[in-house]
């Protein structure tokens, strides 16, 4: 079967085809398919629990569950009757409350034959719980397989992926630097090991590891490091490749595991780019975002209704293409887009009314034109579908931008990000409009950066204190701000490249929304601090930014007691790397390593514990202090 099958281009696509070889019968690839013979597909039930939902959910529409044979998709814990003579395929995590629900269902005898597919490696203990159940109730022979799947993690694009959605709370920067026992700091670096080792397995090969040093990304590098040397020491079953990895290369990829402290203000940052910006101000979750859009007035009742947007990159080519351009450029192509999408239709409506053709004797060219124009329609119809859809959508992150005033926010932040003297007073931003959480998000990336004096800085935080800001966050950045000196003192002063920096696109100018505000929303600012060290990695050029990075790499020996090894002094430069970012990572990075790799035509995945938008990890930097019990616990005056 490995043979037939194209080897996919990314880790999503690898992961995809694993699921779809879970749910296709067995045999289903073979002599019928390659005779090109109609397969009828074996009808079955999915379960799945919470973690099986939100990875499949990015992967397979309703439509392409249905054509692998999938009539009835359930939740594990919900009430299910007997359905006689099906198969049910079980799509769950490995945890003893999945098992003993997945026993008691054998118990009862809900489903003729069942394959119970788990999303990681099921541990020995829990499989002698579901061999013992079987065998008391006489249902083995209804367990037709039993699979690892190694799918524990969600691709939500070919080159970005997550931990989870489900739970993300536990493995977030709040659970990763709050005070906490050694139990539960165990538990959350175990989740994240496992994940990485799927996302590791799906991509075909062991890489050679890289962590910054001192916090929990050092940590997982040790464990993953670990795994891997057991599996290969120990595993019956090699789930690596020797020779070409998922993507294509038979070099083997390099791992680099980033502490969210590395760069806070890229997570707090107001951004210009128009996937970035959907994360920002609209609820935007596994490729799809809903929001309110008002309708009535001048006379009518003023109603809201929900929409819900599809944002796939492989089905809708407008947004592949635009999603990481900045707003303006996405506002004016939109435009484009739809000027051409209405002279496609009236083109369709002139060969129409011109195909009556009487006693013409280019009846025949008129026929065949008809025929092209009417086969065209359905593709046209779903392109203008999505476009509409994009332009109710950027009306309402337009919306959110003028009722926040973002677009001051951005234009300042860009200033201090770049170290530039500012425009603008942070103290008037502040006092203006705006959301709290929008004026502390600009105080804190003002405090990590250079451009403000810090007499504005001190005053701009009174106001906010007076106005009665929650300044918790405030006080955290102070701390992370005291040991980013600390450190650049010890390593002997500044690394020569841009501190907290960040980057987006260059851009165009805007017609649709105007150029009063939109203006403002210009990227400006050069290569973010991720993009900077993933860079020097690939290259095998220490820097100051890298020098303290650990080696691991589960493939060489090991002499001595550590598993850290000394990074070789030559060795020649990798094409293939994958970033995780420990603590949260957001749309703005992931876009600037993408067009970093895109210009050094390099191959650059980008993953993460979670994604998180600034407002969210506003509110986990101030209850990280909370949780340390420091100062800027109490809020402002009321």
Same mark, same amino acid.
């Given at each position: 079967m490995a043979g037939r099958l194209r080897r996919p281009t990314s880790l999503r696509a690898q992961q995809c085809e694993m699921i779809r070889s879970m749910l296709r019968p067995r045999g289903s690839e073979g002599d019928v398919e390659e005779l090109g013979l109609p397969h009828e597909p074996e009808w079955k039930v999915l379960v799945y629990d919470k973690y099986g939902e939100n990875i499949l959910s990015p992967l397979l529409s309703v439509?392409?569950?249905?054509?692998?044979?999938?009539? &009835? +998709? &359930?939740?594990?814990?919900?009430?299910?009757?007997?359905?006689?003579?099906?198969?049910v395929v079980y799509f769950v995590l490995p945890t003893r409350k999945n098992v003993d629900r997945i026993c008691k269902d054998l118990q009862e005898d809900l489903y003729d034959k069942c394959q119970l597919n788990f999303l990681s490696a099921v541990p020995t203990d829990l499989l002698e719980q579901l061999a013992m159940t079987t065998v008391s109730s006489q249902t083995a022979c209804e367990v037709e397989r039993v699979y690892d799947m190694y799918t524990n993690f969600i691709s939500l694009e070919d080159d970005l992926f997550v931990i989870r959605e489900q739970e993300r709370e536990k493995i977030s920067y709040l659970a990763l630097n709050s005070p906490s026992d050694d139990a539960e700091m165990g538990a959350a670096v175990d989740d994240i090991v496992t994940s990485l080792f799927c996302a590791?397995?799906?991509?075909?090969?062991?890489?050679i590891i890289r962590a910054s040093?001192?916090?929990?990304?050092?940590?997982?590098?040790?464990?993953?490091?670990?795994?891997l040397r057991d599996h290969l020491k120990l595993s019956r079953t090699q789930l690596f490749r020797e020779g070409m990895s998922a993507t294509g290369s038979f070099q083997r990829p390099l791992l680099v595991l980033v502490d969210r402290h590395v760069d806070i203000p890229t997570m707090l940052h107001h951004t210009c780019t128009y996937q970035a910006l959907t994360h920002d101000v609209l609820d935007y979750k596994l490729n799809r975002v809903a929001y309110m859009v008002e309708s009535g007035g001048e006379g009518q009742p003023v109603t809201h209704e929900r929409k819900v947007f599809e944002m796939d990159s492989r089905s809708d080519p407008f947004w592949r293409a635009n999603r990481g351009l900045p707003f303006p450029s996405v506002a004016e192509a939109v435009e484009q887009e739809l000027a051409s999408c209405k002279k496609r239709e009236a083109q369709i409506r002139s060969a129409g009314s011109s195909g009556d053709g009487g006693g013409d004797p280019n009846l025949e060219d008129n026929t065949s034109r008809i025929k092209d124009a009417v086969?065209?329609?359905?593709?046209?119809?779903?392109?203008?579908?999505?476009?509409?859809?994009?332009?109710?959508?950027?009306?309402?992150?337009?919306?959110?931008?003028?009722?926040g005033k973002l677009d001051s926010f951005y234009s300042l932040e860009e200033e201090i990000l770049n170290s530039t003297t500012p425009t603008e007073s942070l103290y008037e931003v502040v006092k203006g409009g705006g959301s709290e959480a929008d004026k502390l998000r600009l105080l804190i990336i003002a405090m990590l950066g250079k451009g403000v004096k810090p007499e504005e800085i001190a005053r701009a935080e009174a106001a906010l204190k007076e106005a009665g800001c929650d300044m918790d966050a405030v006080a955290h950045a102070h701390a992370l701000n005291k040991q980013r000196v600390q450190r650049s003192a010890r390593v002997g002063g500044s690394s020569g490249a841009k501190d907290w920096s960040f980057d987006l696109l260059s851009s165009h100018s805007s017609k649709l929304f105007g150029e009063g505000l939109i203006k403002r929303l210009l990227p400006t600012s050069t290569s973010g601090v991720v993009t900077q060290i993933v860079e020097? &990695?690939?290259?095998?050029?220490?820097?100051?930014?890298?020098?303290? +990075?650990? +080696?691991?790499?589960?493939?060489?020996?090991?002499?001595?007691?550590?598993?850290?090894?000394?990074?070789?002094?030559?060795?020649?430069?990798v094409d293939e790397c994958i970033v995780f970012m420990v603590g949260g990572g957001n749309y703005c990075e992931y876009q600037n390593l993408m067009d970093s790799a895109a210009a050094r035509k390099k191959i650059v995945t980008y993953g993460c514990t979670d994604l998180v938008t600034p407002d969210e990890f506003l509110q986990q930097l101030a209850d990280v202090q909370k949780a340390l019990g420091g100062e800027g616990h109490a809020k402002g005056k009321k």
């Open positions: 439509s392409e569950l249905r054509e692998l044979g999938v009539t &009835l +998709y &359930l939740q594990l814990n919900a009430e299910r009757e007997h359905i006689p003579d099906t198969t590791l397995v799906s991509n075909g090969q062991v890489p040093r001192g916090h929990a990304a050092e940590m997982i590098a040790g464990k993953l490091d670990k795994k086969s065209s329609l359905p593709q046209l119809l779903e392109q203008k579908r999505q476009l509409t859809g994009h332009m109710s959508l950027l009306m309402a992150v337009m919306d959110k931008i003028k009722e020097a &990695l690939m290259e095998f050029k220490p820097t100051d930014l890298t020098k303290d +990075y650990v +080696y691991f790499d589960p493939k060489q020996v090991r002499t001595g007691g550590s598993s850290k090894l000394e990074v070789p002094k030559s060795r020649a430069p």
